[in-house]
């Protein structure tokens, strides 16, 4: 069914603790990087007190619980990477630091058919996968936030990625993970991103204007269309940094109005208002 046994997940930030947990849930064996040990601290706070809550509201027992702790390591050296046959980074969208993550992956992955992929939303895949001796192995593997709870995956092959590779990825996905998975070009926003984002950006020059307040224009996308939640809650609970990082990545690409970051969202960002990751954005979080 599938030859992905031992997964690594490089960063336990709010995306890459939410992908471990569906890993390990998934019966995979799960072995999670940070770069302090402060960091790793904190991520696998974050992981743990995701599973209590799933087990408090039943969604596992506590038994499940308890193997899927025993499934996850924890370690500040990518050095312990060496018998991964997946690896999917998940760290800040900064494309130096990304590279450098893929450098040493390359170096330390000992298994050459190992699939190296990356969970950004505005780098393109190819520069990863020429940053490494095996292109052809490199992909985008996309989880939506919060990871456990949405059931999409996007799957990005680079220019470079062999088809054989994307197809492990699919498998994986469908019968291991349980998602469902749908496959896009590596050009900025691939299909989701490139919907959503220019949406956020319109509700957030809306209240930029003036033109409706914060809870009226939420209220109005979730009462009146039946959203989840309405676009400025949503950017919070994304992250406002990682709304500008895919704006700017849209607007490099494509050179559209639409797709510029808004004046008010990136003094928020310079503020360090990021959202609910920091306790304040459009609103403030305890
Ligand atoms: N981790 C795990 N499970 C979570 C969770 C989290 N962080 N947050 C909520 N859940 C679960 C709850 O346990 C609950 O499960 P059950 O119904 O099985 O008990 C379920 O989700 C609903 O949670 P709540 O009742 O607490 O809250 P809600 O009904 O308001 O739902 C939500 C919260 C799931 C976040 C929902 O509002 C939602 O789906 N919002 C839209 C999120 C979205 O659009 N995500 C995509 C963002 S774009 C992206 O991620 C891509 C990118 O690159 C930027």
């Not at 996007?154 to 993970?177: K, Q």
């Not at 033109?211 to 009226?216: C, K, Q, S, T, V």
């Not at 939420?218 to 704006?247: K, W, Y």
């Amino acid at each position: 069914m599938t030859d992905i046994e031992r997964v690594g997940v490089v960063g336990c930030g709010q995306m890459g603790a939410g992908i471990a947990e569906v890993c390990a849930r998934a019966g995979l064996e799960v072995k999670v990087a940070e770069t302090t040990g402060e960091a790793l601290e904190l991520g696998r706070t974050r992981l743990r007190n995701s599973l209590d809550r799933a087990a408090q509201r039943g969604k596992i027992t506590e038994e499940e619980r308890d193997t899927t702790v025993e499934r996850l390591t924890f370690t500040t050296d990518l050095g312990e990477f060496a018998d991964r046959d997946l690896v999917i980074e998940a760290v800040v969208e900064n494309e130096q630091v990304k590279t450098e993550i893929f450098q040493v992956l390359d170096q330390v992955v000992t298994r050459q058919d190992a699939i190296l992929a990356s969970n950004t939303s505005s780098i393109p895949l190819v520069k990863l996968a020429v940053a490494t001796s095996r292109p052809d192995h490199v992909m985008g593997i996309h989880f939506f936030n919060p990871a456990p709870v949405q059931k999409l995956v996007e799957l990005i092959p680079a220019l470079t990625t062999s088809e054989g590779t994307v197809a492990r990825a699919e498998a994986m996905v469908a019968n291991v993970l349980g998602k469902h998975s749908i496959r896009a070009q590596d050009r900025s926003g691939f299909v989701v991103n490139a919907l959503l984002v220019p949406y956020l950006l319109s509700a957030i020059r809306m209240y930029e204007s003036g033109a409706a307040g914060r809870e009226d224009i939420d209220n109005g996308m979730e009462l009146g269309c039946a959203h989840p939640m309405g676009p400025l809650r949503l950017s919070d609970m994304v992250g406002l940094d990682t709304i500008v990082a895919i704006a700017n990545s849209l607007y490099d690409e494509f050179k559209e109005p639409l797709y510029a970051a808004p004046p008010l969202l990136q003094r928020m960002v310079e503020a360090g208002h990021h959202g609910r990751k920091t306790g304040v954005g459009f609103y403030s979080y305890d």
